[in-house]
Every structure is written in C-alpha cells, then in structure tokens.
C-alpha cells in the first residue's frame, strides 16, 4: 500500500494540487467553500511555532488550516524550478 502525500506533508514554499479530499469531516466541506477543490494549486506558506495552524496560498488569499484538516487533502507535489 502506498502512501499519499497530503497537505500537512508539505514544507514551507512547496507547492502540491489537490488530487483527492476526504470530506468525513464537516469543517472540510467549509473549506472547499474557500476555493480547497480537486485540481486546485495550493502553496503552503508558512506555519504557527509548533506546526499549527499551517498556512496555504490559494488563489491569492491565505488560508490557514489545522494540520488534521490538511490531512484530509490528498496532493500530488508541484515541482516549481521548471
């Protein structure tokens, strides 16, 4: 079984699309409301001492998330030095 990179996986300046989300958790749906949808290009910007909240750049606006919520979205990894 392989494992799939989420949201909370990234480090600062990287950048992932949203390939999958898991919308169990009713916060999530909230967020999607935000524009967190499939084939979206989020970067994660920066992060609260400890880790979380966790900072996305989507579309312009900063979103902040828990890192469980950014557990809840499946990413594949942009590569941005081409």
């Known amino acids: 079984?392989?494992?799939q990179l989420t949201l909370a996986d990234l480090k600062p300046g990287q950048s992932g699309r949203i390939?999958?989300?898991?919308?169990?958790?009713?916060?999530?749906?909230r967020l999607m409301v935000?524009?967190?949808v499939?084939?979206?290009?989020?970067?994660?910007?920066?992060?609260?001492?400890?880790?979380?909240?966790?900072?996305?750049?989507?579309?312009?606006?900063?979103i902040s998330l828990r890192r469980e919520q950014a557990r809840k979205f499946a990413i594949t990894r942009i590569d941005e030095r081409d």
Do not use: K
């Open 19 to 29: 390939e999958h989300i898991d919308t169990s958790d009713p916060g999530v749906l």
């Open 1 to 3: 079984m392989s494992t």
């Open 38 to 62: 499939e084939d979206t290009p989020v970067r994660f910007t920066q992060a609260a001492i400890g880790g979380d909240p966790m900072e996305f750049n989507v579309f312009g606006i900063a």
């Open 34 to 36: 935000l524009g967190l």
